[in-house]
């Protein structure tokens, strides 16, 4: 099945907060609010995760840094009382380039290229992890001096060269609704929703703002943690 195109982003946004505030609307009125791994498994409650899903997706495909992003997601939700993304380096085996990557990044098999993997963090609730590949003939010494020595998240690091992105691929790894919701909604299981540790997954390629040239190719997988908040209730 092709996939469906995105609406104009203002539109697509107000879609998306209208399904959060039906879904929320109708939720149980009884008790406090419980964090995301602790949602009612609930059709209210999986279009309202599906809702938010769905509008995290829209902004990181509209947006040429990950990390900007998953900060106004933190401070939006209140995942954390400071609205910071920190990057926690993993220093795992580098996993090379494939021949692929290479091409996409418009270099021979003799240039060097960089690898790093984070984990990026909302007062201490991580958000997502990314690999990303880069050239470091492409940054500058300082650019490569950060990402070999601190855990500065690659965006804030590289974000003088005023990059662009373009993305690659965007896999949605969890629905929490079937295709067929809006004409049969699911029952839920009166237990605690499910959400996987896994939820979406992007891949783009970075460019040089100034003359187009890729430098870094990254990909992003999005966790349970971005749903880290409390289900708003009615007042």
């Not at 791994?37 to 899903?53: E, G, H, I, N």
């Not at 010494?141 to 990059?163: C, I, Y």
Request: charged share 20%; net charge neutral; proline share 10%.
């Amino acid at each position: 099945m092709a996939p469906m195109p995105l609406l104009p982003i203002p539109t697509r946004r107000l879609a998306v907060r209208g399904a959060i505030a039906l879904a929320v609307f109708w939720l149980p009125l009884a008790g406090s609010a419980r964090a995301a791994p602790d949602w009612p498994d609930s059709f209210t409650a999986r279009l309202a995760a599906q809702a938010l899903v769905q509008e995290l997706r829209a902004d990181l495909l509209s947006e040429p840094s990950a990390t900007a992003t998953l900060e106004r997601w933190c401070r939006v939700h209140t995942i954390a009382p400071e609205a910071r993304i920190t990057a926690a380096r993993q220093h795992d085996a580098a996993v090379p380039p494939s021949a692929e990557q290479r091409a996409r990044l418009q270099i021979d098999a003799a240039e060097p290229v960089g690898y790093r993997h984070v984990r990026l963090i909302c007062g201490g609730v991580v958000l997502s992890e990314a690999e990303n590949w880069y050239v470091p003939s492409r940054l500058t010494q300082e650019m490569n001096r950060v990402l070999d020595s601190t855990d500065t998240p690659f965006g804030k690091a590289v974000q003088a060269l005023a990059f662009k992105r373009a993305t690659l691929s965007s896999r949605l790894l969890w629905r929490p609704l079937p295709e067929d919701w809006a004409t049969v909604p699911p029952d839920g299981t009166g237990g605690v929703l499910g959400v996987p540790a896994q939820i979406l997954q992007n891949r783009a390629l970075l460019s040089r703002g100034t003359d187009g040239l890729p430098f870094a190719e990254v990909v992003e997988t999005y966790t349970s943690g971005i749903l880290a908040f409390p289900l708003p209730l009615p007042h």
